[in-house]
């Protein structure tokens, strides 16, 4: 009795540890932070990675690099500020496939990223961060959910 409930339990285990395992590798949902305020180096702003999840909104640092393509959502907006990188943000238009087969935003306003400036993208807005060629753009990220 006691091996088979010994082998059970590392069975158990096993399973536990395979199901944390992939729903990781899923992203899912970071937990909603209880802490009574935050405060984040410079260091860590640098870096690309979540920031932390608030519920009704969340924060991230990311980076472009050359070839992203472009975004929209349905079900939260952007504020955004970029923190390095040169390039440029086309807001609004449609996402349609480009002569090359890749996504491209057709009918967008082209604007010349300018280091801590905020922009506003609403929800349903088409979006697209284009770094200049052989470097990369990063920004800080605020979205903010949609209310069901």
């Known amino acids: 009795m006691p091996v088979n409930f010994l082998r059970r339990l590392f069975l158990c285990s096993v399973l536990v540890a395979s199901v944390v395992s992939l729903s990781a590798q899923r992203g899912t949902p970071q937990p909603v932070s209880t802490d009574p ?26 980076r472009r690099e050359v070839g992203a393509a472009p975004e929209t959502h ?12 040169e390039g440029n943000v086309i807001l609004g238009g449609q996402i349609v496939d480009g002569p090359d087969g890749k996504k ?13 400036e905020m ?22 990220v605020t979205n903010i959910n949609v209310l069901k």
């Open 104 to 116: 491209m935003i057709k009918g967008g306003d082209t604007h010349k990223i300018v280091l801590g």
């Open 74 to 85: 349905t079900n939260f907006s952007h504020f955004l500020m970029f923190t390095s990188g």
């Open 37 to 62: 305020y935050n405060i984040w180096p410079a260091k860590q702003l640098s870096t690309p990675g979540r920031l932390g999840n608030f519920g009704h909104y969340s924060a991230s640092i990311q």
């Open 119 to 140: 922009y506003h993208i609403p929800i349903n807005t088409a979006h697209q961060v284009v770094p200049n060629a052989g470097s990369s753009v990063t920004y800080w």
